[in-house]
């Protein structure tokens, strides 16, 4: 049986390409299941330093496999892939191939950046089937402009890449052309990041803020001074002084 989800590592990028175009990619149990898998190789593979998560044919993602849904059984673990991605401590850049709907935002809105050619529409369709948009809301509502997601999640109306860029969806439209530039920009620059000092970072915007400022500067003022004496901050001060790359970069 042909794998639902391929990976190619190269440079420190590791390539997490979902690739079962016969469905549109949709979140069927197998895929699910298998994305989980190589996504949890690829979090303890010390050589991988930044993930791309793609797809193959002209969909990135359809949302859930609604054959399979209406079959019955047991749903695919989506909270347990998504969670994966939001915590991983590498970052994670979404490659968007093509369109992507419903549950595939979710997969979009855990990656920590979202690139997508500009022909590319977008839809939350939910509620046009009679459900909901439940368990990616978690994901999409911490990344995305609240009034604009209310909006799309009651309505199910399709709005196209631009929209999606100023509603925080996706970081960057560029033409289809300038996809892969694009997204060798961003990850050719978190591979100069500290692998340490990435994943701390990733965190920072769901810390702050806190209860009050106060609590806020005192907690970062503590994670400050903890990173500041760190092996990493030693390394990267050194480097910058005496202008040489950091040893963390490939």
Request: charged share 25%; hydrophobic share 45%; proline share 7%.
């Amino acid at each position: 049986m042909e794998p639902l989800v391929r990976l190619t590592a190269e440079g420190g990028v590791a390539t997490v390409t979902l690739d079962s175009p016969r469905n549109r990619n949709a979140l069927s149990s197998r895929l699910v299941a298998e994305l989980r898998e190589t996504l949890t190789a690829v979090t303890a593979d010390d050589s991988v330093r930044v993930v791309v998560l793609t797809g193959t044919g002209p969909v990135f993602c359809a949302g859930a496999d609604l054959k399979e849904q209406r079959a019955g059984g047991a749903p695919p673990d989506v909270p347990g892939l998504l969670t994966l991605i939001w915590e991983s401590p590498k970052p994670v850049v979404a490659r968007l191939n093509g369109p992507a709907r419903a549950g595939g935002l979710g997969l979009v809105t855990a990656c920590d950046i979202a690139v997508g050619p500009d022909t590319a529409t977008f839809a939350f369709s939910e509620v046009r089937l009679g459900v909901v948009p439940a368990m990616i809301a978690v994901t999409c509502l911490r990344r995305m402009e609240p009034r604009a997601t209310a909006e799309y999640f009651l309505t199910g109306e399709v709005f196209d890449a631009r929209r999606a860029q100023e509603i925080g969806l996706l970081n960057r439209a560029v033409r289809p052309e300038e996809l892969d530039a694009a997204v060798a920009h961003y990850t050719g620059m978190l591979l100069r990041g500290a692998p340490e000092a990435l994943a701390v970072a990733k965190r920072l915007p769901r810390m702050v803020p806190g209860a009050s400022v106060a609590e806020d500067f005192a907690r970062m003022a503590e994670l400050s001074a903890e990173r500041f004496a760190s092996e990493e901050a030693q390394e990267g001060i050194a480097a910058f002084l005496e202008k040489r790359d950091p040893r963390w970069i490939p």
